[in-house]
């Protein structure tokens, strides 16, 4: 029972710690397929394991949340990973879930988010096409998604890329081990859906692109409003 508790105790401090603020939680589907998009930062994942945490404490959900392919590279951590509700980052993954009702988190920018340095604070790199490419087939709605006060907690010079032997992983740089408790804030955005006929849509390489930026500019946006209340 104890260990089965952890997990949930863990998050609940971790939340206090960094007295943990979310706001736009009625934007989250109570049911159904549904793509949570979120912005990466702070190299440690921390924001991964809070969205998680809002998500069911405040609609009740068990999102199932993709993740870095190191949290899987034996098979110990692959099974408690598996068990808190994380998956491996792979497209067809990500789809069976949606086929399957469930509603998933992901991170566009992918390891580039939260593993580049403190100084592009906030700037969001270049998101891959996963998540439109997943909302064309499945025409689940996107719920863009941002997170502030991660990148003060974990501080990082940058990255480091590995060889090809090791797939060409990144690895951070980071400045401290120990998180700093700064204020985190979550915020869900309103729900983005996108109309238009899959078979078509998802072989228009042009139009994906397009609604990809969109997005990313839409976060940026929202981004940068929310950091002009957090910095007062």
């Given at each position: ?59 009740k959900r068990v999102p199932r949340i ?112 120990i998180p700093i408790p700064a204020r ?49």
């Amino acid at each position: 029972m104890l260990l089965k508790s952890a997990p949930k105790y863990f998050l609940e401090l971790l939340s206090k710690y960094f007295r943990l603020k979310v706001e736009g939680a009625e934007h989250i589907p109570a049911k159904g397929a549904a793509i949570i998009a979120s912005n990466h930062s702070g190299f440690s994942g921390l924001d991964a394991l809070l969205l998680f945490y809002s998500i069911k404490k405040y609609r009740k959900r068990v999102p199932r949340i993709m993740a870095h392919r190191a949290w899987f590279a034996n098979s110990t951590l692959r099974t408690i990973m598996l068990q808190m509700g994380f998956y491996e980052a792979k497209f067809q993954t990500s789809l069976s879930h949606l086929k399957s009702e469930h509603m998933i988190a992901i991170f566009p920018e992918g390891e580039r988010g939260n593993f580049k340095p403190s100084s592009e604070m906030y700037q969001l790199q270049p998101f891959k096409t996963g998540a439109i490419r997943l909302a064309l087939l499945t025409h689940a709605p996107i719920i863009p998604t941002i997170i502030v006060g991660a990148e003060e907690s974990s501080l990082n010079f940058g990255n480091i890329k590995l060889p090809a032997v090791f797939k060409k992983m990144l690895l951070p740089i980071p400045i401290n081990i120990i998180p700093i408790p700064a204020r985190w804030k979550i915020k869900f955005l309103a729900p983005i859906r996108l109309p238009f006929n899959p078979r078509v849509a998802i072989e228009d390489e042009s139009l994906v692109d397009e609604l990809v930026e969109d997005l990313q500019e839409q976060m940026q946006e929202a981004l940068n409003k929310e950091l002009s209340k957090y910095r007062r």
